[in-house]
């Protein structure tokens, strides 16, 4: 029997686990409180559902990091106040963000958070905290399905160049 073949909670968690968790629940605090303020310039009823959906995933996401780290008595982060609720109407139609450029900056979001999960599944030695991280990854690859949907069914996905192959026309 090794050194850590034992329960997994039971297990010290490795520095790079302590970092890898510690910046994940730092930048899901931070979008958490950015995708709250997209929430406010939000006119599309079906971006504003998916929005919703990205918040509340990630204060699952939160909860479950902060109860990691505080079970292994590390240090939290700081966390951004939450967001108050405004009126769309009463943000200058300036200084909106417009509905496309919200679905593709959660959009791009929700990719960094896979890489992000992925890296973390790759480097943990505790099969709970991989574990955790996949279902973070499984959940995000869902929701970026469903931004991707609902980018191409409103027009607002902007496609690299096409590659079209000419011969077989």
Not at 34 to 56: A, F, P, R
Not at 74 to 98: C, T, W
Not at 131 to 153: I, P, S, V, Y
Request: glycine share 8%.
């Amino acid at each position: 029997m090794g050194i850590l073949s034992g329960n997994p909670k039971d297990e010290p968690m490795h520095y790079g686990e302590v970092f890898g968790t510690w910046a994940f629940l730092t930048t899901t605090k931070g979008l958490i409180a950015c995708h709250q303020t997209m929430l406010n310039h939000t006119g599309d009823k079906d971006l504003h559902k998916l929005l919703v959906e990205v918040i509340n995933q990630g204060k699952q996401e939160h909860d479950q990091l902060e109860s990691l780290l505080k079970e292994n008595n590390v240090g939290l982060p700081p966390s951004p106040p939450e967001r108050p609720k405004a009126n769309l109407e009463d943000i200058p139609v300036g200084a909106r963000l417009q509905d496309p450029e919200i679905s593709a900056s959660v959009s791009i979001d929700i990719n960094a958070g896979l890489v992000a999960c992925s890296q973390m599944m790759g480097q943990c030695i505790r099969e709970d905290i991989a574990q955790m991280f996949a279902q973070f990854h499984t959940n995000k690859a869902a929701l970026g399905a469903d931004f991707l949907r609902l980018n191409k069914e409103k027009g607002w996905l902007v496609p690299p160049p096409l590659h079209i192959n000419k011969t077989s026309m």
